[in-house]
């Protein structure tokens, strides 16, 4: 068992952070404030650093030959959440969740038309699975696609979708047989701008503010039959094994929200005076602190023990399960105490805690509720 | 057209403490960086390979360690990187530095089986020693024109001869110079671009070649601490500054002020 992370990876997020610190740390108060997406920053980090293609093979462009991995690109999303929670879930939605299908999935043919525009970066990534009456319950798809000669028709509302409307190629579920419940949804790659894809409501949420998230609205789109991700009635299959992977990304998320939490409380500790000394000199406080820490570290093993798991091959559920619940919950957490310890300047948008603490309640509820992790971990234990 | 960039590592001079009693900088714990005006002298260079299909070649001196900042240069998108590493440079004051790295310069040049190097750009200065004296230093070992704190550098490849706006106090000065010439970099040249990811995975297996003091043919009286005619004494950080006393002109009194100021001279015998 290996704890450290090799020269290879610390130079990565070293770049990671170097970026993040030059050019996000400077404009994130504004750009959340302004819903601001960063689109100069999301090309900088996915096409021009290559984050996009980490852990994805050479032949589509990656570099998972030359030493990429899970782990690494993990080790971004961190990176990059300690300064922009909303820019991590832009990169992750588009890495994770509306690359990896493709890959897994994918037909020789379609890995090379959109595969590797992905994996490069040049374009973005969405998936689209929630619906407003199939959150949880996303057996309940209401979208269809009815098959006509060499198209299917999809017709059909998606909420909540992460990267909406900024996305190229979008992984889209729907109903091809109704009465095969979950064995009747299939997964479709659609791109943008094809005829009857229009976009509705932007979404104005809690926190996350510089990711952008639409509903998707469908009329009578054709969608070439070629473009059918694996095969009909395996898209419930799909959409569960991409939210696996899915979930460590959020997990990282979270983990670096936290630990940006905790890094703000602790200079503010030494900085703030009261009764004469500063709040660190306080037990309460620096034990507060101490606690903060001790969480972090413990949700740290778990979503890289989740990445190594990915890595590895083979199923990974249980793993993303529990680091995301468990990062998530700690993320909450921190942020919560983070603001504690502000007092009433945390309440305020002066500092940057109060953003941390919006931010951090998204994760327990994306890729799966939290409840929903209990479902998967419980069942793993029941079965 | 070939292009040398000299890049250094140095400790990061925000984080450097000075030994207070031993009048050493503390270098433990003190991360090392490559020195950030080699990286806009590093961005011109790779701007002129972007436009202009220029070879970037990147020359360091220092322990084995400074291989770091060379991969970072390579992981930045420059084409080769060589070390002049060895015991007996340790120590070289500027002068002695800038006779090392221009043999080391002469020997990377025959190795790439060139004549010599078209343009060879360094940063202004190192920010751990502040000299601004190794690039000038370099360009009069090697007998060639030398242009310091370029803000703006414009070639012409096909009349082998380089255009630079050279920052002063005062304002800018036009200046230009045929090939072969140095050129030091100013902060205001460019903004140094990130490595890339892909680019750091190839330069982490990529062996940089070695040199020794006796490979770049250094003369051996001429390096090192014994080679240097410089010596330092001591390093220390100066006392801090109290601040100065404004003594304000009230009610247009001129001469209430001037008394005030008086008294004060004369009472601590300053007058």
């Not at chain 1, 300690?82 to 020789?108: C, F, H, R």
């Not at chain 1, 992984?171 to 894809?197: N, R």
């Not at chain 1, 000199?281 to 903060?292: I, R, Y």
């Not at chain 2, 003190?30 to 972007?50: G, H, R, S, T, Y």
Request: net charge negative.
């Amino acid at each position: 068992m290996d704890f450290k992370l090799n020269d290879l990876q610390k130079d990565i997020v070293k770049t990671v952070h170097d970026y993040c610190e030059k050019k996000i740390k400077p404009d994130i108060g504004e750009r959340d404030h302004a819903g601001d997406f960063g689109e100069e920053h999301v090309k900088a980090l996915m096409q021009d650093m290559g984050i996009a293609g980490i852990y994805y093979p050479e032949e589509y462009g990656g570099m998972g030959n030359d030493g990429g991995d899970v782990l690494t690109y993990i080790l971004c999303v961190e990176e990059i959440a300690k300064y922009d929670a909303g820019m991590a879930a832009t990169v992750s939605a588009s890495i994770s969740l509306g690359t990896n299908p493709i890959w897994q999935y994918g037909t020789e043919e379609q890995k090379k038309k959109y595969l590797e525009p992905l994996v490069t970066g040049e374009k973005l990534g969405a998936f689209c699975l929630t619906e407003p009456g199939a959150g949880t319950d996303a057996a309940m798809q209401q979208t269809t696609a009815v098959k006509d000669g060499d198209h299917y028709i999809l017709n059909g509302n998606k909420i909540f979708i992460t990267n909406g409307g900024k996305a190229d190629t979008y992984i889209v579920f729907a109903m091809t047989d109704k009465s095969k419940g979950t064995k009747g949804i299939s997964a479709f790659i659609v791109e943008k701008g094809w005829e009857g894809f229009t976009f509705g409501k932007k979404e104005d949420k809690l926190g996350i503010h510089t990711s952008q998230t639409m509903e998707l609205i469908f009329q009578d789109v054709k969608v070439p039959a070629e473009n059918l991700l694996g095969e009909e009635g395996k898209g419930f299959i799909i959409a569960m094994q991409t939210l696996d992977g899915g979930r460590i990304g959020i997990a990282a998320q979270a983990l670096g929200i936290a630990e940006s939490a905790l890094d703000d409380a602790v200079a503010y500790s030494k900085e703030r005076v009261q009764f004469g000394r500063p709040l660190c000199k306080f037990q309460n406080v620096s034990f507060k602190l101490a606690d903060m820490k001790m969480k972090i570290e413990a949700a740290r093993l778990l979503v890289y023990k989740a990445a190594e798991a990915k890595q590895a091959g083979g199923r990974f559920s249980l793993e993303a399960a529990i680091a995301k619940r468990m990062a998530s919950d700690i993320a909450m957490e921190v942020t919560t105490e983070a603001v504690q310890i502000f007092g009433g300047y945390g309440y305020t948008e002066d500092y940057p805690v109060a953003r941390h603490m919006r931010d951090a309640k998204i994760t327990q509820i994306y890729e799966g509720t939290n409840e929903v992790q209990l479902m998967v971990t419980s069942g793993f234990l029941l079965k | 057209m070939e292009i040398l960039v000299c890049v250094k590592q140095v400790p990061d001079t925000a984080e450097v403490k000075i030994d207070p009693v031993k009048h050493t900088v503390i270098r433990a714990g003190v991360p090392n960086i490559f020195n950030p005006f080699d990286q806009n002298a590093l961005e011109a260079a790779l701007q002129l390979k972007d436009n202009q299909g220029a070879k970037v070649t990147l020359l360091s001196m220092g322990p084995p360690q400074a291989k770091d900042v060379l991969r970072e240069g390579l992981a930045m998108g420059a084409d080769e990187a060589y070390l002049l590493t060895d015991r007996k440079v340790g120590g070289s004051d500027t002068l002695a530095t800038g006779y090392c790295l221009a043999q080391a310069v002469k020997k990377v040049a025959e190795l790439k089986g060139i004549e010599q190097f078209d343009i060879i750009l360094c940063g202004k200065q190192a920010i751990d020693g502040d000299t601004a004296q190794v690039g000038p230093q370099i360009a009069c070992e090697l007998g060639i024109p030398q242009i310091t704190y370029a803000a703006a550098i414009e070639v012409n490849e096909e009349a082998k001869c380089v255009k630079v706006k050279q920052q002063n106090e005062e304002g800018y000065i036009i200046t230009e110079a045929n090939f072969p010439v140095l050129i030091t970099a100013v902060k205001e040249l460019n903004e140094p671009r990130f490595p890339t990811i892909r680019g750091t995975m190839k330069a982490k297996r990529r062996e940089i070649p070695e040199l020794s003091a006796d490979d770049v043919k250094a003369d051996e009286t001429k390096i090192g601490l014994s080679g240097s005619p410089t010596k330092v004494r001591k390093i220390f950080t100066p006392p801090q500054r109290t601040q100065g006393l404004i003594i304000p002109v009230e009610d247009d009194n001129d001469q209430a002020a001037v008394d005030t100021l008086m008294e004060k001279l004369t009472a601590q015998k300053i007058i």
